[in-house]
C-alpha cells in the first residue's frame, strides 16, 4: 500500500463535500481509504491523503470519461495533481 497526496480546486466546496460518499464509491476498488483537507488560505483547494491499494486502477478511475460527468457535478477542476512518496 502507497500513500499519496492528490489536490485540486474545485467551483464550489459544498457542492463538491455533499459528494462524499460518491467518492468512497467510486474509488473504493483501488484504494483503502482516505482523508480530506481543505486549504486554510484558500477554500476551494482540496487535499485528500489516499492509501492506495492499486495505483494504475485509482489512476485509470481518475482519467475514466466514465467519471467526468461525476466531476462535473461535484464542480472538480483540472488539473488533479498527484504526489508520491519520495524514500529519503
Known sequence: MTTIVARHKVGDFNTWLKGHKDRE???????????????????????LVIEVTDMEKLQSIIDDPANAELQKKHTVLRPIMISLPVDI
Open 25 to 47: 464509491e467510486v474509488f473504493a476498488p483501488a484504494i483503502s481509504g482516505f482523508k480530506t483537507f481543505r486549504d486554510a488560505n484558500d477554500p476551494n483547494s482540496i487535499a
